[in-house]
């Protein structure tokens, strides 16, 4: 059993978890990489907005693997991949998921999120 702390979202630290209405599409550089209406938007606490893309919307090869993983309190372990551009450059651990989160953000399960440095997000 883990002694890391799980915490569930409230009014202290809120977090929503919704559908996006309408297209949401990312961009590395000048290449698409996702593009989906089946996004959804989570908004925790005071944090920007974070569109969370489903896995399928998101094209694989741009994906590497890593290591790296982190613990959220509220959601759960976080995976995380790097981004390889059609250039061949590629920027580590920006793209993160949580392959197991908790109820409370059950919905983000095989979804990826980005890093706003390494990516362009346009939510139409």
């Known amino acids: 059993m883990s002694d890391r702390p799980r ?3 409230d009014a202290t630290h809120p977090i929503t978890v919704e ?4 297209r949401v599409r990312v961009w590395l550089g ?3 990489i996702a593009d989906t209406t089946h996004a959804m938007t989570v908004r ?3 944090y920007p907005p974070v569109q969370y893309i489903p896995r399928d919307d998101v094209v ?3 994906l590497t693997a890593s290591g790296h993983g982190t613990y959220c309190p509220y959601k759960g372990d976080a995976g995380y991949h790097g981004l390889r551009g059609a250039d061949g450059t590629e920027a ?3 793209a993160w998921f949580y392959a197991d989160p908790y109820r409370a953000v059950a919905e983000i399960a095989d979804h990826l999120a980005f890093y706003p440095d390494a990516v ?3 939510v139409e």
């Open 7 to 9: 915490l569930t979202p």
């Open 19 to 22: 559908p996006t209405p309408g």
């Open 30 to 32: 000048e290449q698409l």
């Open 44 to 46: 925790e606490a005071t």
């Open 60 to 62: 694989a090869d741009v």
């Open 92 to 94: 580590p651990n920006k």
């Open 120 to 122: 362009r997000v346009e």
